[in-house]
């Protein structure tokens, strides 16, 4: 039972345009989100976060959006450059504890 | 001025011998994480310490082991490592601020190759 989700494996963008990558969360008890970014061979790299306090946090060309009632987050990256192609994973988690619940990742390629 | 570091990135060892992973922080987090990654999966998380706490997450296999013995340093033994054990493990830590969640910190990885 997947309790978050990434449904587009990959995405291919234009280099200057608008990256927008997408995620998906089934449980309600998750209160902060976050994205990393992940090279091959490398560990991922956190790059934004959001609390479920607010509907949005900006970050220079990185902003990510919360939805609540749908459950639903997105990662914004405004202009994208070929140095963005990674894999992004989004993340939640909530408690003490935090850990984190990944979601399984997509693949950013963007093309000079 | 690496922050998490884990030792060593690559790690070939044969099938049933034992092996041992590690990470170190210079970060004084207090907590400390272990992931596993297969090929194009999510990150699993395997077991954390808050502390001097362990917890283990209820599907995490006995074969896998951890030991904290300090701030700095925590450990992943795997006894006997079958060929699904190959994976990419990931080393983080956190510090939670006034009960509110912040972000984990990962090292760069050991790439586990069981022949």
């Known amino acids: 039972d997947q309790q978050v989700k990434q449904n587009s494996p990959s995405l291919s963008v234009q280099e200057g345009r608008i990256s927008i990558l997408n995620c998906d969360y089934t449980n309600s008890m998750f209160d902060y989100f976050l994205w990393y970014k992940k090279y091959p061979a490398e560990g991922p790299t956190f790059l934004i976060s959001i609390s479920s306090i607010k509907d949005k946090n900006e970050d220079g060309r990185f902003t990510v959006f919360l939805n609540k009632s749908a459950k639903h987050l997105s990662l914004h990256i405004v202009p994208s450059q070929p140095g963005d192609s990674a894999v992004y994973f989004c993340?939640?988690?909530?408690?003490?504890?935090?850990?984190?619940?990944f979601g399984g990742g997509t693949r950013l390629m963007v093309k000079p | 001025d690496a922050m998490v570091i884990q030792n060593p990135r690559y790690q070939v060892t044969q099938f049933g011998k034992p092996v041992t992973l590690s990470c170190s922080q210079t970060l004084n987090h207090n907590v400390m994480y272990w992931y596993q990654q297969k090929s194009s999966q999510a990150p699993k998380l395997l077991f954390h310490y808050y502390d001097k706490d362990f917890n283990n997450e209820a599907d995490t296999p006995d074969n896998f082991q951890s030991r904290r013995p300090n701030t700095s340093f925590c450990f992943l033994d795997i006894r006997s490592p079958g060929l699904g054990d190959a994976a990419m493990y990931l080393c983080?830590?956190?510090?939670?601020?006034?009960?509110?969640?912040?972000?984990?910190?990962f090292g760069q990885g050991t790439r586990l190759t069981v022949v």
């Open positions: 983080a830590t956190s510090r939670p601020r006034g009960g509110r969640n912040t972000e984990a910190f």
């Open positions: 993340a939640a988690s909530y408690g003490a504890g935090n850990m984190l619940t």
